[in-house]
């Protein structure tokens, strides 16, 4: 049994898988502006929670993108979604200030409900927003009326490739922003999958050595 446990971890380590590996977004000051390092056209996550303002986060590109963002944020029966908006900007070259490129403020009835495999979660998800846009500096905002509440909030639409571990770590991480147990890991697809391959071979090894044994006697 060690044996193939420590295969299957082997194995595992060494799989790459879409990466989900959300980053806490962490502002010391009301209106601090959160840098995406990254490259703009990728998908990346950050977690955050309003308290008594927005967030702005920034994204700077040499080359056209498109600029897509959406929130999720966790679902309790018999309550409402927090009503998160997100407004894009883009920061003028000449002459200072900004111009707005979008803005996306969904009614109660825009956030869907989604079953999410992956995190183990039911979330609310916003239709979030989308545009192609040249190279430079732009800036989304998300904000409620009270800039209260706690969001996921999902940049880019290229996938990134990442080890399994590390994927499973950005779930755990995103389980237990939103309030849940490290119990909950479990419910994920990335957990649970893995198991039942793992007690299938299992199973599979255990009856091959007892037909094995069953065929010297």
């Known amino acids: 049994m060690k044996y193939l446990l420590a295969a299957s971890l082997f194995f595992l380590s060494a799989v790459s898988v879409d990466a989900f590996n959300p980053i806490i977004t962490e502002v010391s000051r009301p209106y601090e502006v959160v840098t995406i390092k990254e490259d703009a056209g990728r998908i990346q996550e950050y977690l955050g929670e309003l308290e008594g303002s927005p967030v702005m986060y920034e994204i700077t590109s040499d080359e056209p ?19 998160f908006s997100l407004i894009a900007i883009r920061q003028n070259e000449r002459g200072g200030g900004v111009t ?17 495999s992956l995190l183990g979660l039911v979330l609310w998800e916003s239709p979030g927003l989308s545009s192609a846009v040249e190279p430079g500096t732009y800036r989304v905002e998300i904000s409620t009326p009270d800039n209260t509440g706690k969001y996921l909030l ?7 490739r990442d080890g399994y571990f590390k994927t499973l770590t950005g779930i755990a991480r995103t389980q237990q922003f939103f309030g849940f147990s490290f119990l909950r890991l479990l419910s994920s697809s990335y957990v649970y999958y893995p198991i039942g391959i793992i007690l299938g071979l299992f199973v599979t090894q255990r009856v091959w050595s007892y037909r094995r044994l069953l065929s010297k006697k």
Do not use: C, M, N
Request: no cysteine.
């Open 154 to 160: 999902s940049f880019g639409t290229e996938p990134v």
């Open 65 to 83: 993108f498109v600029l897509q963002a959406h929130v999720r944020q966790r679902y309790r029966a018999g309550t409402e979604p927090v009503e």
């Open 100 to 116: 707005e490129i979008q803005r996306q403020r969904p009614e109660l009835a825009d956030w869907q409900r989604r079953k999410d």
